[in-house]
T-cell receptor
Framework: QKEVEQNSGPLSVPEGAIASLNCTYS??????FFWYRQYSGKSPELIMF????GDKEDGRFTAQLNKASQYVSLLIRDSQPSDSATYLC???????????FGAGTQVVVTP | EAGVTQFPSHSVIEKGQTVTLRCDPI?????LYWYRRVMGKEIKFLLH????????ESGMPNNRFLAERTGGTYSTLKVQPAELEDSGVYFCASSQSSGAWQFFGPGTRLTVL
């Protein structure tokens, strides 16, 4: 079983719609959760982080965390073609910063 | 403020040769991380420096990999001798503290022929 699992996609989303990305993790002691966006050939760019159960909103992005279900999600509202990228879920399970990544979900926003 | 930089951006070497990758973290970031993504797989942690000390090197695949961070500034990752399975993209990341989010560099794409 992978430690962090994501659907690889591609997730095709019409422009203006909501993209919903899911991530599950195996370590129940995980503390912090991050979403990175990676354009092809570029570096991962942090877009959201969440530490507590519930929702966290930042602009068009909402991260949702459910520690009991070991599940974290990312919603992208009003999707734009510029949102087309691979979205990486990353989990930090210890106090020293080591991140465990999922394989990423490719999102394609179609005009 | 300059971001994390890595050099070279691409490296093509033959099996058995040596390659050294360099990472310059964001100024003032004590924490420096190396990660690797091999084709079709997820990004995997290699090791973590706090200043010049190795805090966690649990992800280093074998003793052909040697990471250093002399003076607590830039870091190098040497692969000697390189094997075919070492091909991939090597990312460096830095953060102000171990609990803070990490900023990633553009990566070095290593191809071993």
């Amino acid at each position: 079983q992978k430690e962090v699992e994501q659907n690889s996609g591609p997730l095709s989303v019409p422009e203006g719609a909501i993209a919903s990305l899911n991530c599950t993790y195996s370590d129940r002691g995980s503390q912090s959760f991050f979403w990175y966006r990676q354009y092809s050939g570029k570096s991962p760019e942090l877009i959201m982080f969440i530490y507590s159960n519930g929702d966290k909103e930042d602009g068009r992005f909402t991260a949702q965390l459910n520690k009991a279900s070991q599940y974290v999600s990312l919603l992208i509202r009003d999707s734009q073609p510029s949102d087309s990228a691979t979205y990486l879920c990353a989990v930090k399970s210890d106090s020293w910063g080591k991140l465990q990544f999922g394989a990423g979900t490719q999102v394609v926003v179609t005009p | 403020e300059a971001g994390v930089t890595q050099f070279p951006s691409h490296s093509v070497i033959e099996k058995g040769q040596t390659v050294t990758l360099r990472c310059d973290p964001i100024s003032g970031h004590d924490n420096l991380y190396w990660y690797r993504r091999v084709m079709g797989k997820e990004i995997k942690f290699l090791l973590h420096f706090v200043k010049e000390s190795k805090q966690d090197e649990s992800g280093m695949p074998n003793n052909r990999f040697l990471a250093e961070r002399t003076g607590g500034t830039y870091s190098t990752l040497k692969v000697q001798p390189a094997e075919l399975e070492d091909s991939g993209v090597y990312f460096c990341a830095s953060s102000q503290s171990s609990g803070a989010w990490q900023f990633f560099g553009p990566g070095t794409r290593l191809t071993v022929l």
